[in-house]
């Protein structure tokens, strides 16, 4: 693929840990697929907020771990069923 082609890149820094932990939870052909998931969710997630006008609020509360996936999770269930999209 040509340069100019290339599709972008997200580059971040993670620990030690965290790149253990995904290497040994996450098969490496599926990695690259899987984050690609959750970075659409989280997406869609921030959209939704941005619309109601409280992304400053949901950026904030991540950044801060006052808020967790698993506390946004729910919400973001129902606002891809409320989508018409399948599980």
Request: no cysteine; hydrophobic share 45%.
């Amino acid at each position: 693929m040509a340069k100019g082609n290339a599709p972008p890149r997200l580059t971040i820094r993670i620990t030690h840990e965290q790149r253990k932990a995904l290497t040994d939870l996450i098969p490496w052909g599926m990695q690259d697929a899987i984050l690609n998931i959750l970075i659409d969710d989280l997406i869609t997630v921030m959209l939704k907020a941005s619309r109601e006008g409280q992304l400053k609020m949901l950026t904030s509360a991540l950044i801060t771990k006052s808020i967790t996936l698993d506390e946004v999770g729910p919400n973001f269930i129902k606002l891809k069923k409320d989508a018409g999209v399948p599980d």
